[in-house]
């Protein structure tokens, strides 16, 4: 299966063509999550709209009646009103600013939160298709369109529309001959800006996935960077990364020079239109058909319609753009995971005792379906029991890992634990199943103390209570990581750097090792878990291990032969199937690829 419903092409995104907003109503859910301040926002915008039509009317007021008039107290009385129409627009234009900026803020986060929240429990197969660099790209970009949009150009659009509409309602009141003639002009202006405003879009899409590639390259780049400088590829990343920039810097000016030409077309035929019609309107007034602040006040409800119109067809690109990382987004969050689970889940009768069987199990990555990993694996394991798995590098031993913990679902077959369908089960109580040490130890950007203590739930710095930390001082001890621990100068506060670059391969795993061991689950899952120590280390925390692995069905998957002859059962993995099966010393003694492995890796280390 794949995953299609998100899609992140430049290719998309033209189809879409931004035909539509409709995609904004995906925000409205997170707008309703705060009333009070979506009622204030309406209410602010209205007064300084209100206001704003309000102003041609006083100023005819005042051109009419108050200038003729001889009584100043008249004049005065008309002046106020001005006054009083104008706080009202600074008040309720300030409010505006600031409900519509909070609003913004605030449904942006929200948004972001409910995205990452999605992401984390997508499914391998989606990380698979769709790089994680990328992913986090596209949610700053999208989020911060999102934002630029609800917090100038919806708020500018909706302002634009009211005063649009109230313009023209106040312009046939005032004329109707003239306001015909600004109907009829209303076609020739909009009609080629809405065709050379596609173009703007198209133009901004293009430049937008520009940047996203840029954002994608130079995060690899940058957490890769000890394999780019021992290369010495710094140059070469470096020129790829100024070619893009300055590719993506083209096409910002290419949809720069695009847009300041629409907004020069948008204000030449807006402004030229009023000239022509004001020009009418003039003879009107000498011939004595209308009085010279029936003019002022239809002038300036041209003026604001003409310039809302202007506005609307200016914003309408930012408007449409944020229209499609809404859409993008909301696909994020509509997401169907491809681990299909029924409607009503089962749960383990009791505490779980650690048995697992595989029943007739085949499976192709998703990404590689015509190559068959593994093919009718048969495997019974008992609650308690101990069981290597050893075998040649890419014959399936690690995916046998990833099918336990429903990163994938078989392509065939069942897997059971405790005989409960690992599909039918909650993906939470199956994974608290397991307590996973992989190959390459996956350490964050933080303290060892909250390294380790990412096994439980309580994984902050604040929550990490006494109890919690003796218990991880307690695992780093069984681990044997506690002694060069305690030999930084800041102990388990030590931040360890991105990835856990501030260790060495041997503490990195010995860190790993105790973060399983404090997770207390019933089955333990060791990949290559003392790949990474010396032979002084591996003693130790094979020492350790045996003390751990008491009471937990444990599934070792390992090279080093040393590491496996205390397994109740060796299994040989071969091509995708168990092809041997026994203790250390029954292998030997069978001759086959088990006893071939031994041989060969005893004339290595003889060597």
Known sequence: MTVAPVELTESQTKKRSFKAVHPLGHL?????????????????????????????????????????????????????????????????????????????????????????????????????????????????ADTTLINSAIRASVSQALRNGVVLIGGLVMMVITSAQLSVMVILAIPIIVLPLMFYGRMVRRLSNTAQDTMAELNKFGAEMLSNIRTVQAFNAEEVVT????????????????????????TAIAIFLVMVSIVLILWYGAHDVISGDMSGGTLVQFMLYAVFAGGSLGALTEVWGEIAQAAGAAERLS?????????????????FESAVQGKIDFVDVGFS??????????????????PGERIAIVGAS?????????????????????????????????????????????????????????????????????????ALRDEVIKAAKAAQAHEFIEGFSEGYETRIGEGGQGLSGGQRQRIALARAILRQAPILLLDEATSALDAGSEEKVQQALEEVLKGRTSLIIAHRLSTVVTADRILVFDQGRFVEEGTHNELLSKGGIYAELARTQLQRDGS
């Open 331 to 347: 696909e994020f969050l509509n997401h169907k995971s491809e681990l299909k689970t029924p409607a009503k889940l089962k749960k």
């Open 239 to 262: 020129n790829r990364f100024t070619q893009t920039n300055e590719l993506t810097v083209l096409k910002a000016m290419v949809r720069t020079k695009a847009r300041a030409f629409l």
């Open 28 to 140: 409205l859910p997170y707008l309703k999550r705060y009333p009070f301040m979506l009622g204030l926002t309406i209410f602010a915008l209205l007064v300084a709209s209100l206001a704003t039509l309000a102003l041609p009317f006083a100023s005819r007021l005042v051109i009419d009646h108050g200038i003729s008039t001889t009584d100043g107290a008249g004049i005065d009385a008309y002046f106020q009103l001005l006054i009083f129409i104008v706080s009202l627009l600074a008040l309720g234009s300030a409010l505006r600013f600031y409900c519509v900026y909070w609003l913004g803020e605030r449904l942006v986060a929200d948004l972001k939160a409910d995205v990452f929240k999605k992401l984390v429990g997508f499914s391998a197969q989606f990380f698979d298709a769709n790089h994680s660099g990328e992913l986090m790209s596209r949610l700053a």
């Open 394 to 466: 890419g014959a399936g031993k690690s995916t046998i890992f990833q099918l336990l913990l429903r990163f994938y679902d078989p392509t065939k077959g069942s897997i059971r634990v405790d005989g409960v369908p690992v599909n039918e089960l909650d993906l939470h109580e199956l994974r608290d199943c397991f307590a996973l040490v992989p190959q390459e130890a996956s350490l964050f950007d933080a303290s060892i103390l909250e390294n380790i203590a990412f096994a439980r739930s309580n994984v902050s710095k604040e929550t990490a209570d006494t």
């Open 365 to 382: 990555y998703p990404a590689r379906s015509d190559e068959t990993v593994l093919t009718d694996v048969n495997l019974s394991i008992k």
